[in-house]
């Protein structure tokens, strides 16, 4: 069972690792994203219905929708700044900017319970600070500028669409939960993508966005659940902030992209800092609770 849980996880950090590659496509971010959200989508209906008709269908509570819309438009927002940035600033740039995001949750979860950041919470966000303006030192001049200001944006939107999908993971099954917010996804950027142009012109390129639909997007969150049902939730972490890691090596070795001293100390912060944030949610310091 544990050896399983750890070629799940594996598999799913690589695939994650391998999301940005898909930035070097020659096309815009809104295809990349309105075709991975529809292939996803597509996927994820034929799983449903196959594992349980009608269940990616099944009725929502009235409740659930402005929540899981808003999750659905973050969630594109993200997506659309993440390739963005890959294509202004490199796959290093997105992914290391994209792996602060916990620094975010850390912000949301101190608003959410109404309390005041813990020590380590302080010390692992300030790192991750530190390491972001390394990507901006002075041996890259400028032009790095926009796409880690662009980068922290992805992040942070990141950071609120798990703020408001953690919301609805009780009400919904991740399949449902998936499926409707590519579903919005979706629609929100092939209309544009139908007006800016970019979209896929070959064979090749409609396969690998069949792909990373199909598999990067509507495959991995199923391989993480079903690791975490194997392994505990600090060593999912542990293996998923391995992500920009995957990454940098595969874009370095496929795409001949530098890694600099500078990009890779940034990272060694980073993947740390994210890592001991990951692992601290799935076991704060016990705190009484307020009355």
Request: one cysteine or more; a positive charge; aromatic letters at 10%.
């Amino acid at each position: 069972m544990r050896t399983q849980g750890l070629i799940a996880i594996n598999v799913t950090a690589l695939l994650a690792g391998t999301a940005a590659l898909f930035g070097k496509l020659p096309l815009s971010p809104f295809a990349i994203v309105g075709m991975r959200a529809a292939f996803a989508a597509t996927a994820l209906l034929a799983w449903g219905l196959i594992a349980g008709p009608g269940r990616p269908l099944a009725p929502l509570p009235r409740q659930s929708w402005p929540t899981l819309l808003s999750s659905g438009v973050v969630l594109a927002l993200h997506w659309l700044s993440f390739f963005a940035v890959v294509q202004l600033g490199g796959v290093a740039v997105a992914t290391l900017t994209f792996a602060s995001f916990p620094l975010f949750t850390v912000c949301f979860e101190a608003w959410r319970h109404r309390r005041a950041p813990f020590l380590v919470e302080i010390v692992a966000a300030a790192t991750i600070i530190v390491a972001v303006s390394l990507l901006v030192a002075p041996a890259s001049g400028n032009t790095r500028v926009p796409a880690v200001l662009i980068g922290i944006g992805a992040a942070a939107a990141y950071a609120a669409y798990w703020h408001l999908s953690g919301a609805l993971t009780g009400r919904l099954p991740v399949v449902t939960l998936c499926f409707y917010q590519s579903v919005v996804v979706a629609l929100l950027a092939l209309p544009v993508l139908a007006i800016v142009g970019g979209g896929p012109r070959t064979p090749v390129q409609w396969a690998l966005l069949g792909w990373f639909g199909v598999v990067n997007t509507a495959l991995a969150p199923l391989l993480y659940l079903y690791a975490l049902r194997r392994l505990s939730a600090s060593t999912c972490s542990g293996f998923i902030a391995l992500e920009p890691v995957y990454a940098i090596v595969l874009a370095a070795l496929l795409f001949h992209e530098p890694i600099s001293a500078w990009t890779a100390l940034s990272g060694l912060l980073i993947v740390s800092a994210s890592y001991v944030l990951l692992r601290f949610e799935t076991a704060p310091p016990v705190t009484q609770e307020a009355p």
